[in-house]
């Protein structure tokens, strides 16, 4: 199985968390249905030429979470998951997300008002408006 996982090995991120990240949002986005199996920690590892250690604990917190099981013998499958833990999940995924955009505008020195403008910006040109 292909997944859509793209690293970047300049991110100061570590690798884990980039895997991490994205599968999260593939799952929590309904790109990766309940009960998908997914490749083995063995199989993703070698697709993403990184190290055993890296997926398995990848598979580890997103088990941990609820997002993952495993069943003996058969593989790492996508869970099922409540309508509200999903709607949970998405909007941590953007606050997160919003909360490294900021952290970023914070280092360069913007304001409170020049994020909130640019912010507004780009709401705008992705929605319209």
Do not use: H
């Not at 859509?4 to 309904?30: C, D, F, H, K, M």
């Amino acid at each position: 199985m292909w997944l859509p996982i793209q690293i970047n090995e300049q991110s100061a991120e570590p690798l884990y968390y980039q895997i991490e990240v994205q599968l999260r949002a593939l799952i929590v986005s309904g790109q990766l249905d309940e009960g998908t199996l997914l490749p083995s920690i063995r199989e993703l590892a070698q697709l993403l030429k990184c190290s055993i250690i890296t997926v398995r604990r990848v598979y580890q917190d997103l088990e941990n979470e609820g997002l993952l099981r495993t069943k003996q013998g058969t593989g790492t499958y996508v869970a099922r998951i409540e309508q509200n833990a999903m709607d949970r999940y998405r909007l941590d995924a953007v606050m997160e997300s919003l909360e490294a955009a900021v952290d970023a505008g914070k280092l360069v020195q913007c304001t409170k008002e020049e994020l909130t403008k640019l912010f507004q910006e780009v709401l705008n040109r992705k929605f319209g408006g």
